[in-house]
């Protein structure tokens, strides 16, 4: 069974750093690519960003409000996927969540398909 | 960016039909757009149901279809259960940059 576990979360305070861990099992992680999206209180959600798994570049991608200062990292021995966020803003409070990503090819082109979902957690910027 | 919208809420009979639409500011969506749906249910984690416009996952509901409507997408419900109230997003892609709709209150009554 496909699982992913979000961790870390917690009350930091407006330009700090808090680095959160998406933690899984189920499958062979190295052969992923993994995202990240958040949602803050009440609203809708957002893309954060994408690591492409090795076997692809491993290459990245980021939501311009978080580009430069969060960085999508993975550690495929232990199967488990980073959001190191650093000079944190009170916009940036959200529930986070982590994804998998399955490659998939359909209508002559292949990309990472948006699968499982983790059950996310809460990252409070407050002074 | 990119402004994606969605109809803020819509009501469905039990049983009956709706369809939810995805519009994107800069002309008609298409499949070069790879279409999401998910849904979110009240104190849930979100859940993809639709992909690249019509492509469903092994758990979507067979009752749940996604397309591409007069220069939107849309994901249609038909046969409306109790459990299908919840919000649902959809997701376009511009050239690898995403952006989710603001979403749909669905609710069944």
């Known amino acids: 069974e496909v699982q992913l576990v979000e961790s870390g979360g917690g009350l930091v305070k407006p330009g700090r750093s808090l680095r959160i861990s998406c933690t899984a099992s189920g499958f062979s992680f190295r052969d992923y690519a993994m995202s990240w999206f958040r949602q803050a209180p009440g609203k809708g959600l957002e893309w954060v960003g994408f690591?492409?798994?090795?076997?692809?570049?491993?290459?990245?991608g980021y939501a311009a409000a978080v580009k430069g200062r969060f960085t999508v990292s993975r550690d495929d021995s232990k199967g488990i996927a980073y959001l190191q966020m650093n000079s944190l803003k009170t916009e940036d409070t959200a529930v986070y969540y982590c994804t998998r990503d399955s490659r998939h090819c359909g209508r002559g082109r292949c990309w990472d398909l948006i699968d499982y979902w983790g059950q996310g957690t809460l990252v409070t910027v407050s002074s | 960016q990119a402004v994606v919208t969605q109809e803020p809420s819509l009501t469905v009979s039990p049983g009956g039909t709706v369809t939810l639409t995805c519009a994107s500011s800069?002309?008609?969506?298409?499949?070069?757009?790879?279409p999401y749906w998910f849904q979110q249910r009240p104190g849930q984690a979100p859940r993809t149901l639709i992909f690249?416009?019509?492509d469903k996952h092994p758990w979507t509901p067979d009752r749940f279809s996604g397309s591409l409507l007069g220069g939107k997408a849309a994901l249609t419900l038909s046969g409306a259960q109790s459990e299908d109230e919840a919000d649902y997003y959809c997701l376009l892609s511009y050239s690898g940059d995403w952006v989710f709709g603001g979403g749909t209150k669905l609710t069944v009554l």
């Open positions: 800069t002309g008609d969506v298409t499949n070069d757009h790879y």
């Open positions: 690591l492409r798994s090795k076997a692809y570049g491993g290459t990245t």
């Open positions: 690249d416009s019509t």
